[in-house]
């Protein structure tokens, strides 16, 4: 596919999500794509060390969890202004992430992802037990939303919500593709083919994969800010290392390594297990029936089978 | 000529029907967010069919008269897994896609709590059943009442309790990380140091945990006189039996709200006998008003298996929305019907015995009362003993207090 062909399918995805709100009457899909937007930022965050790095990681909730307390408790305690806890979550969940990235990534493989998902399960614990400062499983209800130099827009108001969400996803998706089309960004692709040859041209590998991780992080961390803006309502449960895996899912269902996957994999996350409500019960098995079958049959995820089809498609021509 | 005047007649006849004014029944559609799947299914699931069974009596018995309109109910229940996301997403889809006012249900305090945090912006009204972490009724939060008392209100009863019977070190086993069954332990040792006694330990467990022997080891070897188990009704089974099989020979106490046939799945009869739940005066078989009694039947009729001692929360919420909607005389205006529920007299068709404020159902909080009981497990049936001190009206004082 040319290069224009991307550029103009990337716009007309835009277009469609700018002109989304006005599209869809029922105001619950709206609620469901705001949660999808954040999920694509979480998302867009694991690709850079799932997609691109080859690393699992499986703390992805965790950092959300770490950037939603992150924000909740400096307004509450220190009294900042909402637009600058949201600002700060990301710096402060990389600093976690610097803390926990040093010793893991000295780990390869499975290992890797066995000790990040220690971690998640650490930071779940810590925001269960920490009642006097998270109020543990309880919850922290009553978080506002953001107010201050743009008062004019009410943010109750979920399409401003959701505008307010789709321009960060824009941002966050454009900062990852500025990072993947860099040097930065070739070394990590060169990490996910050869590392040990990666290291015998001289690259400290480890710096690059540590910016990959932190930089995961800081996307999770400022997806778990807006979410907890949005829902003025956080717990550890929502934290938890089911959480990771549903991010792990969308870059691999979208598409890992690509910049399209995790936006469309955000969005089946969120929209199939709610489409699969009528299912009752049997809900959760199909869900997971189909996630099974779709990485054993789409292992490039959805782009990879449209770019084979596009592929196909050409060589009738 | 016979055959005129007859068509004449028929046509008569048919003329004075179509001029009857028509009664026709419009349906109220009433929402349920629980955990109808995962751990928390024991309580939320039997909650969505007690406001099932309740909607279908009410439908039975005429439907709900309203402002000179006839309503049937219908029930749209969604699963949120006691997950606040899910239960988030739960109730978005009922109010926004569905069109659904009234959501009852809530078994869980944080899927409860994530709903609580909007709801208050919502046209609806929001029925909180089983939940019973504290901070969920401290907002006054004008839309939303809870039938079940907030869980350190009964800790309290259940610690004065427990040290009345002469016990000075008791160990405690819960699910600790939960509020709710921490708040419970709180206020009990707040009771129980008054009369001298004290808490000699706190052991933890996971909702998913079945293994609990290093700490009932741990707790043997503390040599305390009395044992308290708060948690979900399967990991409480596994701790009884297996303080059985380690032999420890203490009085058990609990707060669970199982039901006989929830625990018979994971322990004996022989492993339960003698067993104490402390906890809101919830239906037993043998404790039950006539109420309860046939709530109990109807219920085993329709789903094939008794009811949890908890899920009249659900139930009581239904009658409880019946009697505001025909009192506040509109369906469409939530707000007096939010209104009407916080002037409402018990009804007469609740099965947990309430505890009226000034003689209503719910206080200024949106809280009710019941009162709390001592039930023992006897020959294979909680069987109630006796009531435990409660003072509602010095709790309520006591909630409006808080944030």
């Not at chain 1, 867009?44 to 965790?62: D, E, F, M, P, R």
């Not at chain 2, 929830?262 to 402390?278: C, H, I, K, P, Y």
């Not at chain 2, 709530?295 to 505001?324: F, M, V």
């Amino acid at each position: 596919m040319t290069r224009i062909a991307v550029s103009l399918l990337y716009a007309g995805a835009l277009v469609v999500l700018i002109a989304l709100p006005q599209l869809i009457s029922v105001k619950y899909y709206l609620h469901l794509s705001i949660l999808a937007l954040i999920w694509l930022i979480v998302s867009q965050g694991q690709n850079l060390i799932q997609g691109y790095t080859g690393y699992v990681s499986i703390v992805g909730a965790g950092f959300m969890g770490i950037g939603a307390y992150s924000t909740t408790l400096m307004g509450m305690h220190l009294g900042l202004p909402v637009w600058l806890t949201i600002l700060l979550a990301p710096p402060m969940t990389a600093v976690f992430a610097l803390i926990v990235g040093y010793p893991s990534l000295r780990m390869k493989g499975h290992y890797f992802a066995i000790v990040t998902l220690a971690f998640n399960l650490v930071i779940f614990i810590v925001l269960l037990n920490f009642t006097e400062l998270t109020q543990g499983e309880a919850g922290i209800t009553g978080i506002p939303k953001p107010a201050g130099w743009l008062e004019a827009l009410n943010f109750r108001d979920r399409e401003v919500y959701y505008y307010f969400v789709l321009a960060v996803a824009v941002l966050t998706t454009g900062i990852a593709w500025a990072i993947v089309r860099s040097r930065v960004g070739q070394i990590l692709m060169a990490i996910r083919q050869n590392e040990d040859l990666v290291g015998a041209l001289g690259v400290a590998a480890w710096k690059y994969k540590l910016f990959a991780f932190v930089a995961s992080a800081m996307f999770a961390g400022l997806g778990g800010a807006l979410y907890a803006h949005y829902q003025s309502f956080i717990n550890p449960e929502v934290f938890g290392v089911a959480q990771s895996l549903d991010a792990i899912l969308a870059v691999i269902v979208g598409g890992s390594g690509t910049l399209a996957g995790p936006m469309i994999g955000a969005f089946i996350v969120i929209f199939l297990p709610e489409y699969l409500r009528f299912a009752d019960s049997f809900r959760l098995i199909i869900y997971g029936l189909l996630l099974v079958l779709a990485t054993i049959f789409m292992p490039r995820g959805i782009v990879g089978l449209a770019q084979d089809l596009g592929a196909r498609i050409a060589g009738r021509r | 000529m016979k055959r005129t005047i007859s068509t004449l007649a028929g046509a008569a006849v048919a003329a004075l029907i179509a001029a009857q004014p028509v009664l026709a029944e419009e349906t109220l559609a009433i929402g349920v967010s629980d955990a109808l799947t995962g751990g928390a299914a024991v309580y939320g699931l039997p909650q969505a069919n007690a406001v099932k069974l309740a909607a279908s009596e009410i439908n039975a018995a005429g439907g709900i008269s309203v402002g000179g309109e006839t309503y049937m109910l219908e029930v749209i229940a969604y699963d949120d897994k006691g997950n606040p996301t899910e239960a988030t997403n739960a109730v978005r889809k009922l109010i926004d896609r569905d069109g659904v006012k009234y959501i009852l249900g809530f078994c869980c305090s944080g899927a409860t709590g994530a709903v609580a945090s909007f709801i208050e912006y919502e046209d609806a009204v929001m029925l909180v059943g089983n939940a019973a972490e504290r901070s969920i009724t401290t907002r006054e939060i004008p839309n939303l009442t809870r039938t079940r008392p907030p869980a350190d209100y009964t800790g309290a009863a259940a610690g004065a309790f427990v040290a009345a019977k002469g016990h000075k070190r008791v160990a405690v086993l819960g699910a600790l990380d939960v509020g709710f069954y921490a708040s419970y332990v709180d206020a009990f040792e707040k009771e129980l140091n008054k009369a001298g006694g004290e808490i000699v330990t706190r052991e933890a467990f996971a909702l998913k945990d079945r293994d609990m022997t290093p700490q009932l080891t741990k707790i043997r070897g503390l040599e305390a006189d009395a044992l308290l188990v708060v948690g979900y009704v399967e990991p409480a089974a596994f701790i009884y039996r297996q303080s059985v099989e380690l032999g420890l020979d203490l009085p058990r106490y609990g707060f669970t709200s199982g039901s006989e046939e929830q625990f018979l799945r994971v322990a004996t009869s022989e492993q339960m006998e003698g067993v104490w739940d402390l906890r809101p005066t919830e239906l037993t078989l043998l404790s039950a008003t006539e109420n309860g009694i046939a709530y109990h039947e109807n219920y085993a009729a329709a789903y094939g298996i008794s009811p949890s001692p908890s899920s009249p929360y659900a139930y009581d919420q239904t009658y409880a929305l019946k009697d505001a909607l025909e009192a506040a005389g509109t369906v469409e205006d939530t707000a007096a019907v939010a209104r009407a529920l916080r002037e409402l007299a018990v009804p007469d068709e609740v099965v947990m015995q309430y505890l009226p404020i000034d003689g209503k159902m719910f206080d200024r909080n949106g809280q009710a009362y019941t009162s709390n009981g001592a039930f023992q497990w006897r020959d294979g049936n909680w069987t109630f003993v006796q009531d435990l001190p409660s003072d509602p009206v010095a709790y309520s004082e006591f909630l409006s207090t808080l944030d």
